[in-house]
T-cell receptor, first 113, second 115 residues
Framework: DQQVKQNSPSLSVQEGRISILNCDYT??????FLWYKKYPAEGPTFLIS?????DKNEDGRFTVFLNKSAKHLSLHIVPSQPGDSAVYFC????????????FGTGTRLTIIP | DAGVTQSPTHLIKTRGQQVTLRCSPI?????VSWYQQVLGQGPQFIFQ???????GRGNFPDRFSARQFPNYSSELNVNALLLGDSALYLC??????????????FGSGTRLTVV
């Protein structure tokens, strides 16, 4: 039962353009969402998070949008840079203090110079 | 500052054997969590420990166990290894039981191969 889904296994974007990574979830009890980036041979690195009481959170080039009615969130990266090439995981938890994260299967982003 | 360190980085075991994986959290971090990442999948939650007590357990069989020591380091033990236990095992630490707005800090993982 995949409660967090990333339906695009891979995405290629031209350098300087916008990258949009999508994530869908099925459990309406999820209350807190995070995005992680992972390079080969490294652990996931926290990027940005959003609470369910918000619909947008921005941090530099990264913006996460949450649509609770559609159970959908997206990560926008503008402008995309070659160093952004990595696997991106969407994760969710039941509440702010809950340590258990449920991850999606990841999207491999490739930025084309 | 040292990040989350895990050892060993790689190991190969035979079916039926037992394995112990180790994790040292970031200095000052009291919470340690373990995740299993099978190839092509996202990480799956195994355990969370805070102040040496188990605070959460994922949907894994009893062959999986863990503990946290007074210095907040942690060990993950897997008994009676199966081929399906082959995966990247990730340890993550956070400063408190509540991971806070900044998520966990993950180590680079231990790649376990069961043959």
């Amino acid at each position: 039962d995949q409660q967090v889904k990333q339906n695009s296994p891979s995405l290629s974007v031209q350098e300087g353009r916008i990258s949009i990574l999508n994530c869908d979830y099925t459990n309406s009890m999820f209350d807190y969402f995070l995005w992680y980036k992972k390079y080969p041979a490294e652990g996931p690195t926290f990027l940005i998070s959003i609470s369910s009481i918000k619909d947008k959170n921005e941090d530099g080039r990264f913006t996460v949008f949450l649509n609770k009615s559609a159970k959908h969130l997206s990560l926008h990266i503008v402008p995309s840079q070659p160093g952004d090439s990595a696997v991106y995981f969407c994760a969710a938890s039941l509440n702010f203090g809950n340590e258990k994260l449920t991850f999606g299967t990841g999207t491999r982003l490739t930025i084309i110079p | 500052d040292a990040g989350v360190t895990q050892s060993p980085t790689h190991l190969i075991k035979t079916r039926g054997q037992q394995v112990t994986l180790r994790c040292s959290p970031i200095s000052g971090h009291k919470s340690v969590s373990w995740y299993q990442q099978v190839l092509g999948q996202g990480p799956q939650f195994i355990f969370q420990y805070y102040e040496k007590e188990e605070r959460g357990r994922g949907n894994f069989p009893d062959r999986f166990s863990a503990r946290q020591f007074p210095n907040y380091s942690s060990e993950l033990n897997v008994n009676a290894l199966l081929l399906g236990d082959s995966a990247l095992y990730l340890c993550a630490s956070s400063i408190s039981e509540d991971r806070g707005l900044y998520g966990y800090t993950f180590g680079s993982g231990t790649r376990l191969t069961v043959v």
